[in-house]
């Protein structure tokens, strides 16, 4: 078939390169002008199965009314006049029962495990460079009552297969000896399966390899409708003319539910701002060699080669994706705190972007409302990490194939 792929981040490229891999003819839509240009652009860069856990918990719920009164919260909500907030709010506040958040972890670390799979399988068989680490993440504390609690939360994922070691100090110091000498950690649960690289620079990779086997890659055009007939879709109208094929998949993130409106396909994401300084190390002589997270400041720190990621902060404000250089005074401060000699952290670029979250925090995967539109979107905090599994069980749907794992829980209108 001739699939047109909506969306040219790394869930919309995948998809194609999973398509393209059964056989089918393919094209991606992009409005910017290259692929990876947004969320896919500024994640933190980890595939991380050890951080699945669902936004959606029964902390939830105190740690956002804290955020209406309180500016240092990493979850931060404030009131607006968009009447899809407090839908979506309201579906959120419903999956915060410790069995709701039990069960959508579970389904999420699944979908993640599988995911990193593909991900091997994509990378033994392709010529990708994108600053691939495979020496797992640290999951860092600031004392030892902490650490405790974060060892009994992990059981959980533990019991689904995680593998999980819990390092102190000198431990941490094997893994990273930088992150080992900080001050102020105390230890860390480490996850050594879990890995970090580019999620924007492996996206345009793959895209190439896309483009060079025959599919087209169609940058800078606009998405303006779905045009449909008879109970499947025609055509896509974009301001370069009709885009037509004989399958589509909506893959544009946050903007999703935008399109899907028009054309009666209700997906409940709702964008959270994220923010993201990409530091260069420079002549610096002491970066971080691995992936960390900060569990008491939530800051994710990520080591791309000549340049570290630092990621923080989710903030419910619609589709505003601006930025004030106080948004990045924490986060610069924590990770400098950490990594002293780490980069040169005055010249960091300062980014935020949207990321497309579920009440679930689970994607919405499948066929929804017409005969040949499949949706593969709302992938949240950890989009990077689920993406290449959530392409394939797509690419399996249109197939007319039972995916590998099963869909509870993923599918449209679930």
Known sequence: MRVVVLGGGVVGVSTAYQLQKDGHEVVVIEREESLAAETSWGNAGM?????????????????????????DQALRFRFSADPYLYKWSLEFLAQCTHERARRNTLLKHRLAAYSQKILGDVVAGEDLRYDRNTRGILYAYRSEAAMEAGARHMKLLESDGQVVQMLDRAGVA???????????????IYCPTDETGDCARFTRGLGALVAARGGEIMTGVVIRDLETEGGVVRGVQTNRGI???????????????????????????????????????????????????????????????DRIRVTATAQFSGYDNS????????????????????????????????????????????????????CNTGHGHIGWTMSHGSARIVADLIAGRAPAIPMQGLEYGA
Do not use: C
Request: aromatic share 10%.
């Open 174 to 188: 094997r893994v990273d000896p930088v992150l080992g000498a900080a001050s102020g950690i105390t230890g860390a």
């Open 47 to 71: 595939i991380a199965p050890g951080h699945s856990f669902v936004w959606s918990s029964p902390a939830a719920p105190k740690t956002l009314l804290k955020s209406l009164f309180l500016k």
């Open 323 to 374: 930025n004030r250089a106080s948004d990045f005074t924490f986060m610069r401060s924590v990770t400098r705190a950490l990594f002293p000699d780490g980069g040169d952290y005055e010249q960091a670029h300062e980014w935020s972007g949207l990321r497309p979250m579920t009440p679930t925090n689970l994607p919405i995967l499948g066929r929804a409302r017409y005969a040949n539109l499949f």
């Open 243 to 305: 885009v037509r094929g004989d399958a589509y998949v909506l893959a544009m993130g946050s903007f999703s539910p935008l399109l899907g409106r028009r054309v009666g396909v209700s997906l409940p994401i709702y964008p959270v701002k994220g923010y993201a300084l990409t530091v260069p190390i420079g002549q610096h002589a002491a970066p971080p060699t691995v992936g960390m997270v900060d569990e008491h400041n939530l800051v994710a720190i990520t080591r791309f080669d």
